[in-house]
């Protein structure tokens, strides 16, 4: 296309932009027809040309007398047709040849271009870049880019919307806004403290606005009296004139990169700066984006409805509106979201092909057990241990996740999978935990049901291997292990441990998963000939998160409370109002009643933690509750030490337990109904909702009481949902929107798969990513077929780095 009429069609853009105002040049379009029909003829030489470069001067002429926006984009219509039909059969002028005429002024050079060069790829170092040097490159580095792919996938991180030209006498201060006008001065000076400033007048024939630059004396070359250009940032007023510092800007001729579209803005590091960037992005995804190979076929595109992989990389880069942007992050979240669920899969088949061990389950020593709980099964735990015992009686080794609200029962529905193991089969059984004081609850938790039953008295033996035992009780249990003589064994990290041999290891429980990474749940799993395992989560996971960290798990959760668990009331209360909760607590206790006070989670150090719980105790002690016995927890005490606290509490001789958030899962006490929770917006929901659940297990209503100023809208929006949302599996959906899945996890998780562009709350996008893959795996479960090579090698690279999730 021609200059003149390209030209001509950017500035009907912006006028039909600018709600057809005749502003899109100073003094109105009619004013531009003498200019434009001198630069046409020397364009058209064509005799037939002639007549529609004078239909156009004629159009121009009558635009401003139509006085309704109807009238004036009928006029735009009728002019963009009469340019179309000036470029049909027109071709771009050869160069002239050189005469001994006079020579003519030379064209100025075009915009460096990235050109293909023979063994260029994708994969190639961004030096082979127009404009990126070995320094630049380095610069790129610490953003994670080395070759001109990692370029392609550095994402904006956000976007600036200088869509919408404005006309300058609209503008209020304080706007982020972009204007269209001429320069009408420049003015360059330097101040007292010999800082260049750059001064330029733009007008638009509503108003003007004055921009300013600082020591950037090289772009005075640019900013030429009569030039029209576009400036891009945010409004402020400075002596009466309304102004605009340091705004992005180009010139109306040029394509927009850094105003007057949605502005991608990258991250960035020292030395490389935005419109930088942005130029270089620019040139790369115009040339490499369309060279873009789609590892998606066709069928699933078309299925899921999505844009093709080079459409999706330019615009999630240079946007042409809101509308192909999020259709852009839908199809690049999509790929990643695949990526994750056909590798999952694939790990599901390879454990599900791996001989197993079935295990012979007794009816008989299931039934026995059951009968002589003190307490009747729910119908979602009876459920779930259906779905245990069909699994392990299989010869592919079960991989299971079992999750459920807190006080839902999931510790005795994993118990009855390890007495069909140690019992029936004379095997050994693990479960793993995640803290000392969680395997010291689950050990103390299993043998009182084990001893209150009387089941296998004689062929069960229970041991607890923990860090803190010493040297010679670890050694012996080890042996215990070894030998077989130990069966039902319990702890933490310790069990995966190089020192620790299991005879016959045949059920493995992995409590609270996810704060336990994928190597150390391979290596427990490596100790036993492929022993059937249960994860067990102590708190519900938001259905994305199990479909993206447990994908390669079958699913059972326990939906159902037991009878008789009250709704506890939860309270959040300004500090100013503590006075009134230890009240409260007064009352509680004066009726035969114990309760809980959490101090606040101290994140630098868990010696700072101990130390706040310590002198919190001293002064409810000493100061609020003078009367009454309170006793104290923390992680730091020995194991006999918190043993001897937890027995006092139990058997009522301490009113109150102070705690750091050891209390937080495992421990059970009926007669406690209150936990006041100091600066509760310390800790996230799902910790929140297990303090909760540390009262509520009796017959009398139960209350928790969060005390808390915080003033983030983040941390407001937590309580407000804690106080009004009682059930886990909806808290835990709240939790990830909020906070995001690293922070869901109170740390990145090594079992959390990196994402470039997707979150994990985009539901939709998992689902059908989730539908996608398993009707591609249930084809090619190899991904051999042509049409999958390329996705089977971008799931080949994404897991090589990732190990085996299952």
């Known amino acids: 296309m021609h200059s003149v009429a390209e030209k001509l069609l950017k500035i009907l853009d912006l006028e039909e932009q600018t709600g057809y105002r005749n502003q899109a040049v100073i003094g109105g379009l009619d004013k ?208 009466g004139h309304l102004v605009m510092q340091s705004p992005e800007w180009e010139l109306s001729t040029d394509e927009a990169i850094h105003t007057a579209r949605l502005v991608p803005i990258y991250p960035l590091t020292e030395g490389i700066s935005p419109r930088w960037l942005r130029r270089v992005q620019k040139r790369t995804v115009d040339y490499w984006a369309p060279r873009l190979p789609d590892p998606l ?36 979240c999509f790929d990643e979201f695949l990526t994750i669920q056909l590798g999952v899969l694939r790990q599901r088949r390879n454990w599900r092909q791996q001989p197993g061990r079935p295990l012979h389950v007794n009816a008989q020593t299931v039934e026995t057990f059951i009968r002589s709980l003190p307490f009747d099964l729910t119908n979602a735990q009876r459920r779930a241990m259906d779905e245990i015992l069909h699994d392990i009686a299989q010869p592919q080794p079960m991989s299971r996740l079992l999750q459920g609200d807190v006080g839902s029962g999931k510790t005795v529905v994993a118990l009855t999978g390890m007495l069909v193991a140690a019992l029936d089969n004379r095997a050994q059984a693990a479960l793993m935990a995640p803290t000392e004081i969680l395997a010291e609850q689950h050990y103390r938790t299993i043998s009182q049901i084990l001893e209150a039953s009387g089941i296998g008295k004689d062929a069960l033996t229970v041991r607890l291997l923990i860090g803190s035992l010493s040297n010679g009780d670890k050694e012996r249990i080890r042996q215990e292990i070894q030998e077989g003589k130990a069966n039902l064994i319990i702890g933490t990290h310790a069990l995966i441990q190089g020192s620790v041999a299991f005879q016959n290891l045949a059920f493995v429980v992995i409590d609270e998963q996810h704060r336990f990474g994928v190597m150390q749940r391979a290596t427990l799993r490596e100790k036993g000939f492929n022993p059937h395992m249960l994860v067990m989560s102590a708190t519900p996971i938001p259905r994305s998160l199990a479909l993206t960290l447990y994908g390669d798990l079958d699913i059972s959760v326990i939906d159902e409370m037991p009878p008789g668990r009250q709704q506890v009331k939860t309270y959040w209360l300004a500090q100013r109002e503590r006075e009134r909760a230890y009240t409260f607590l007064r009352k509680q206790i004066e009726q035969g009643r114990q309760a809980f006070i959490i101090c606040p989670l101290i994140e630098e150090s868990e010696a700072l933690d101990v130390k706040a719980a310590v002198d919190e105790h001293h002064r409810l002690q000493t100061e609020v509750f003078p009367d009454l016995r309170l006793g104290l927890l923390h992680g730091r005490m020995r194991g006999d030490e918190k043993d001897e606290v937890m027995r006092r509490f139990r058997a009522g001789e301490l009113h109150i337990l102070v705690s750091t958030s050891v209390v937080e899962v495992g421990i059970d006490i009926p007669n406690a109904t209150v936990i006041m929770v100091e600066g509760a917006d310390r800790f996230g929901l799902a910790q929140l909702h297990q303090f909760r659940g540390r009262v509520g297990r009796g017959e009398h209503q139960s209350y928790c009481i969060l005390i808390s100023d915080s003033a983030t809208p983040e941390s407001q929006e937590r309580l407000r949902a804690i106080e009004q949302i009682h059930d886990g599996f ?56 042509p049409e999958h090579a390329l996705l089977a090698q971008q799931v080949r690279e994404f897991w090589q780095h990732k190990g085996d999730l299952s």
């Open 32 to 239: 531009l027809a003498e200019h434009w029909l001198k630069e046409a003829a020397a364009a058209y030489p064509g005799a037939d040309k002639q007549p529609l470069i004078r239909q156009v001067g004629d159009l121009l002429a009558v635009y401003p007398t139509r006085a309704t926006p109807e009238g004036r984009e009928e006029v735009v219509r009728a002019l963009r047709k009469t340019v179309a039909r000036l470029e049909e059969g027109s071709a771009e002028p050869a160069a002239p040849q050189p005469t001994p005429a006079p020579p003519a002024r030379p064209t100025p050079p075009a915009p460096p271009q990235d050109k293909p060069r023979p063994g260029l790829g994708l994969d190639a170092p961004v030096t082979k870049l127009v404009g990126v040097n070995t320094g630049y490159a380095e610069k790129l580095e610490k953003l994670g880019v080395r070759t001109i792919r990692d370029l392609l996938m550095l994402y904006p991180r956000r976007y600036e919307d200088y869509s919408a030209i404005r006309p300058i006498g609209t503008l209020r201060p304080g706007e982020q806004v972009t204007v269209l006008g001429q320069i009408w001065d420049v003015q360059s000076r330097k101040s007292q403290r010999g800082m260049h400033i750059l001064t330029v007048t733009l007008a638009d024939g509503s108003g003007t606005i004055q921009a300013t630059w600082f020591n950037q004396p090289y772009l005075e070359k640019q900013f030429q009296q009569g030039r029209s250009i576009i400036l891009s940032g945010k409004t402020d007023v400075y002596l």
């Open 297 to 332: 076929p066709e069928s699933v595109r078309r299925d899921a409805k999505l844009m093709d992989l080079p459409t999706a990389i330019a615009q999630i880069h240079f946007p042409d509106d809101k509308a192909k942007l999020e259709e852009a992050r839908k199809r690049l």
């Open 730 to 785: 909806k808290l835990a959906e709240k939790d990830l929107e909020l906070r995001g899945p690293g922070e869901f996890f109170g740390t990145r998780q090594s079992g959390l798969p990196d994402l470039r562009l997707a979150r994990l709350s985009d539901t939709r996008i998992l689902e059908e990513a989730r539908r996608q893959a398993l009707r591609i795996f249930e084809r090619d479960p190899e991904l051999t077929d």
